[in-house]
């Protein structure tokens, strides 16, 4: 689940670095390339696990 989310976290920090203008100074271009991308697949991680229960054995 978490891997499905990485497309979708790089599509939408691609949308906000866009929207926000293709910032180049650091603490904003960090923040929207690394963090957007990285929760989104930390938040696929955390629901796949959550909801994963009703497959266990």
């Given at each position: ?55 266990a054995n």
């Amino acid at each position: 689940m978490g891997g499905m989310m990485a497309l979708p976290g790089l599509f939408l920090a691609l949308l906000i670095w866009y929207i926000a203008g293709k910032p180049v100074t650091e603490p904003l271009e960090s923040i929207i390339c690394n963090v957007i991308p990285l929760t989104s697949v930390g938040l696929g991680l955390f629901f796949g696990w959550k909801t994963g229960g009703e497959y266990a054995n």
